[in-house]
């Protein structure tokens, strides 16, 4: 799961970054609204969280700009405006949760992990997919009830294959969503991450639609892409 943090406070910047990689992201950050603008724009997020007060371009306004230019990212609003005018201006403008400060970090970790839920269309934290059980609160997998470790980077694949159960996800994407912008890791490197996750996992979890993509067995249907 990738996600962008837009805040300008350094402190609150880093205290996001930390809890959502803890909770599995990967994430990138910026502090300003005119980076916010121009990355949310041209790179894929499961979830955005955006603070309202920024430099160079307010946080109101790079939301209303993504929504109008196509952005679909869950966006979670995070800001010490706290009137209940200002939440629903926020809301109107295209937000799907608001969280006003000061926050429990839990709660923003329960909020975003709520959020990447439904916007895969998952309403619960343990996704079945055949054998396979995925449970996304507590970062854990498991095959046939018993579980299987695997390291933060196979339980993002694992995960973001098990919210996309219905198609064929592509390797280019798969990239993306367990890299971010890093341009230096090629395709090669998740047919590795998915050559170690079939030892853990077994046989018939983990299919192939050669020339698309990855899907998990006994989710996306054959020729489904």
Known sequence: MRALVVEDDPRISAD??????????????????????FRGGTENYDLIVLDLNLPRLDGLTVLKRWRAEGCESPVL?????????ERVEGIDAG?????????????????????????????????????????????????????????????RLVSYLALNRD???????????LYGDDDSRETNAVEAIVTRLRRKLGPG?????????????????????
């Open 77 to 85: 609003i995070l800001t010490a405006r706290g009137a209940w005018t």
């Open 16 to 37: 996001l970054e930390r809890a959502l990689k803890a909770a599995g992201f990967l994430v990138e950050s910026v502090a300003d609204g005119e980076s916010a603008w």
């Open 95 to 155: 937000a799907d949760d608001y969280l006003p400060k000061p926050f429990r970090m839990e709660e923003l970790i329960a909020r975003a992990r709520a959020l990447v839920r439904r916007a895969g269309g998952r309403g619960n934290a343990t996704q079945q997919v055949g054998r396979l059980t995925v449970d996304l609160n507590r970062m854990t997998a498991a095959i046939d009830g018993i579980p299987v470790p695997v390291t933060p980077l196979e339980f």
């Open 205 to 225: 979890v983990i299919g192939t639609r050669r020339g698309f993509g990855y899907h998990l067995e006994g989710g996306a249907p054959a020729g489904a892409a």
């Open 167 to 177: 198609r064929t996800v592509p390797p280019t994407e798969l990239l993306e969503h």
